[in-house]
C-alpha cells in the first residue's frame, strides 16, 4: 500500500511541450506539497495546498499550475516546457500537527529534449 | 539568507562505525521542529527522525539519534553501526510554517 504515489516515474518529452504529474496520498493528510529537486539535488518548495486551498506559492513560474480536486490528490501542471525545468519533482503529504513528517513520493523525473 | 547548512558535502565511514553528520540552522522563531531525510541512489525521501525545539531529550530512533545544541542551532545526526547499506544522500531539514526547508544534503558512503 503506497502511501503517497505519484505518476509518471519517468518523463521525457521536448522543449514547448504541456505535461502533467500526478499525485495521490492514502494517509488521510490534509496538507500536500509539490518540491522540485535540481541536479545538484538541492530540493525547493514550490506548492503546498491545505485541504484543497493553496497556502505556498515560492515564486514558481506561472507555467506550473497545480490543481487539488480534493485532498488526496494534487496534480502539477507544465506549460510550454523549458530546458531548466528538467529536474525530480517530489510530491508530498503531512499531517496537521507541528512534528509530523512530509512523507514523499518516488518523485518524477522529467528530463526536458 | 541560508537557513540549514550542512557543511560536509561528503563522507566516508567504516562499515560498523558511528558517524556524524553536521547540520546548523538559523531561526529567529522561538518554535521549531528539525527533520533528517535520507535518499538512497533510488530516489526516494525517507524519514528518518525528528527533534523539536521545546524537546527537552534529544530524538532517537533505532541506530539513529540526534545531537541537539540550542544555543548553538545545531542538530547533527548520528548513525552508529554504520551499515552498507546507509549509504546515501542525508538532508538536514527545518519546518518554516507548513514547508520543509532543506540544506544541501551530505553525502555519505559507507565503506567494508
Known sequence: ?113 | AQKITQTQPGMFVQEKEAVTLDCTYDTSDPSYGLFWYKQPSSGEMIFLIYQGSYDQQNATEGRYSLNFQKARKSANLVISASQLGDSAMYFCAMREGNKLVFGAGTILRVKS
Open chain 1, 1 to 113: 500500500d503506497t502511501a503517497v504515489s505519484q505518476t509518471p516515474k519517468y518523463l521525457v518529452t521536448q522543449m514547448g511541450n504541456d505535461k502533467s504529474i500526478k499525485c495521490e496520498q492514502n494517509l488521510g493528510h490534509d496538507t500536500m506539497y509539490w518540491y522540485k529537486q535540481d541536479s545538484k539535488k538541492f530540493l525547493k518548495i514550490m506548492f503546498s495546498y491545505n485541504n484543497k486551498e493553496l497556502i505556498i506559492n515560492e515564486t514558481v513560474p506561472n507555467r506550473f499550475s497545480p490543481k487539488s480536486p480534493d485532498k488526496a490528490h494534487l496534480n502539477l501542471h507544465i506549460n510550454s516546457l523549458e530546458l531548466g525545468d528538467s529536474a525530480v519533482y517530489f510530491c508530498a503529504s503531512s499531517g496537521g500537527q507541528y512534528n509530523q513528517p512530509q512523507h514523499f513520493g518516488d518523485g518524477t523525473r522529467l528530463s526536458i529534449l
